[in-house]
């Protein structure tokens, strides 16, 4: 499997190299996209509790994401196939890079950290618990034992305008340091005269 160390963080005001990338469901998505701000989000591994209690939030919500003209894009470093078992049915973008090169040009690391704050312990038992009933309940699977990408990944968060800007970024210190959904309302709407035309309705 390729590996790339990471590059420097982006801030706010670098720019995304336009690109096509394939999602899990074979459809390509852009970004940037031309009529609507990205949320481009990294997680960790496919049928990581930690990652799935947050996407949960985003799911409840997505309506008012969409509403407020932002497209989700999100990004794991497992493979498409393991990816399928466990993200179906989601209502936005799930991309697959093994490889981790979306993770080293967005500059997104891996580090004990991740697991190890104590900030993230409180998340990490409470999405085991929860992913544990679920899967008991036959509505979730159990992650694969072995991860090739590792299970110390970082979150990050990138809202992308129109013109391929970044215009926030967000590196997580622990497993669960990601933006809420409050807070990519907030800055969705703080940023609306740069995203350019946006859907109607």
Known sequence: MLMRRPARPLRPGSTVTGRRIDTVSGGPVGVP???????????????????????????????????????????????????????????????????????????????????????????????????????????ERLPAPHQPGGRLGLPADFLIGTDGRILAAKYGEHVYDQWPVDELLRLASSHRPAAGRLPAG
Do not use: M, N
């Open 33 to 139: 996209d031309p009529d609507r701000l990205v949320h481009l989000q990294f997680r960790r591994f496919a049928g990581c509790p930690v990652c799935h209690l947050h996407l949960r939030s985003v799911v409840r919500r997505h309506a008012e994401i969409e509403a407020a003209g932002v497209r989700e894009v999100v990004v794991f470093h497992s493979p498409a196939e393991e990816l399928l078992r466990h993200t179906a049915g989601l209502p936005f973008a799930v991309v697959a890079d093994p490889g981790k090169r979306l993770y080293a040009e967005f500059g997104v690391e891996s580090a004990p950290r991740a697991l190890l704050s104590p900030r993230a312990w409180g998340p990490v038992v409470g999405a085991v618990l929860r992913g544990g009933w679920e899967v008991l309940r036959g509505r």
